[in-house]
């Protein structure tokens, strides 16, 4: 959109929501309990005098643990019924009480804005950033393994490899650590060296058992473990990165946050030397805008980020998909979470294949993809 655009200036006075309820295929086993269903809301913003139809597309699907209960995103939307313009909405939502209300606001604004200016959302999320470099035309993903027996967990990443993945994320620390130490070697015993794996522990360790796991884990070359101590405890991952085994620094196994990063924000993981990859999930940090702004403050501090989703529906990974081709040659993204939905608000515009997800060009989302639910 251009400063002599007088629709620039418009704001947008409605903003519409519609409550959706998906249920998961199967249950996402983690060690804080299963995933079996995400609910939460579709909004539309539009302009009050708009003749040419303009609406913009988000989605608050909140999770608690990473962002406010459906009550609070409810409650925060709500408010906002009251204020003039949604326009401003996003400043007047708190990110850190209710990232997701935030981030469907937002999402529905960067899409109106990025379809205004012809762009897609990477593009347009990309210059608002500063970034120089072209988004890219498709990012690679993780494939998302929950917690098993280690004979179904070894089938469903030797499945995983054989679709075409060459990075697989699984679900640990649900069982004892013995446990989940055979799970992981029987994942790389099927599918041989050739492919990166991530272990997601979801926090469930203390400081003592933590060690120990990493300890045995290193025997397995994992790209990382996500997440294995409680969110607050960013002294404590400090402190697993330079302790490991060897004592020889960079001789152990990466630690990356998660739950932190949504607790604590992303300057206090950086400030704490807490890990060594940090994983974004936009819904959980209050908008696409904002997780590209910790993608790329974490980039400047050498800090690898990951994009992934709280398994959100369509629209809100169409977003992630974007907010990770913004960020020049990001590391596989854990995007690949559509498919563990029985049904969802419409077609996927972003198929993944051969371990890749390629970005929609836009305008926008993903051009005339979400036409049915914008009319809605
Ligand atoms: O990162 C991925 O591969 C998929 C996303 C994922 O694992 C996840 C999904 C919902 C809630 C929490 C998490 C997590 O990363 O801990
Ligand atoms: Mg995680």
């Given amino acids: 959109m251009t400063a002599d655009d007088p629709r620039g200036e418009e704001p947008f006075e409605t903003l519409r929501r519609r409550p959706f309820a998906l249920d998961l295929t199967r249950p996402l086993g983690t060690a804080h309990g299963e995933i079996r269903r995400r609910e939460g809301f579709l909004i539309a913003v539009e302009r009050g005098s ?10 608050a699907t909140p999770l608690p643990g990473w962002t406010e209960s459906r009550e609070e ?5 709500d408010g906002l019924d009251e204020r003039a313009g949604a326009g401003a909405a996003p400043e007047s939502l ?25 762009a ?6 990309s210059d608002e950033a500063g970034v120089t470099a072209t988004p890219a035309d498709a990012v690679p993903v993780n494939a998302t393994i929950g917690d ?6 070894a089938a469903e990443a030797r499945g995983a490899v054989e679709a075409g993945f060459d990075c697989l994320k699984l679900k ?3 069982r004892d650590v013995d446990a989940d130490v055979e799970r992981v070697r029987a994942v790389r015993d099927a599918v041989g060296d050739g492919v990166a794996l991530r272990a997601d522990a979801n926090g469930a360790w203390d400081r003592q058992v933590a060690r120990r796991a990493l300890d045995a884990l290193a025997a397995f070359d994992l790209a990382y473990v996500e997440q294995p101590l409680p969110a607050d405890d960013l002294n404590g991952l400090a402190a697993l990165r330079e302790g490991d085994r060897s004592g020889q620094p960079d001789d152990g196994v990466p630690i990356a ?12 993981v950086l400030e704490a030397d807490a890990a060594d990859a940090v994983v974004l999930k936009p819904m959980a940090l209050g908008g696409p ?28 990974r169409t977003a992630a998909v974007h907010v990770a081709a913004a960020i020049p040659d990001a590391a596989p993204c854990g995007l690949a979470t559509g498919e563990m939905l029985d049904e969802d608000l419409a077609p996927d515009p972003c198929p993944i294949d051969d371990g890749r997800i390629e970005v929609p060009s836009g305008p926008g989302l993903a051009g005339g993809a979400f036409d049915d639910l914008r009319r809605e």
Avoid at 50 to 59: C, F, Y
Avoid at 257 to 268: K, Q
Wanted: glycine residues 10%; contains cysteine.
């Fill in 120 to 125: 897609s959302l990477a593009e347009h999320l």
């Fill in 94 to 118: 708190d990110t850190g009480a209710t990232p997701a209300a935030r981030h469907g606001v937002s999402l529905a604004l960067v899409d109106v804005a990025a379809r205004d200016a012809g």
């Fill in 148 to 153: 098993g027996e280690p004979n179904e967990t």
């Fill in 73 to 77: 995103c409810a409650a925060a939307l």
């Fill in 50 to 59: 708009d003749t040419d139809g303009a609406v913009g597309l988000g989605e």
């Fill in 289 to 316: 805008d904002r997780a590209l702004a910790a993608a790329l403050r974490a980039r400047s501090a050498g800090i690898d980020p990951v994009v992934t989703t709280t398994v959100d529906a369509v629209v809100a």
């Fill in 172 to 174: 640990v620390g649900a």
């Fill in 257 to 268: 946050a998660d739950e932190s990063v949504a607790a604590r924000g992303i300057d206090a």
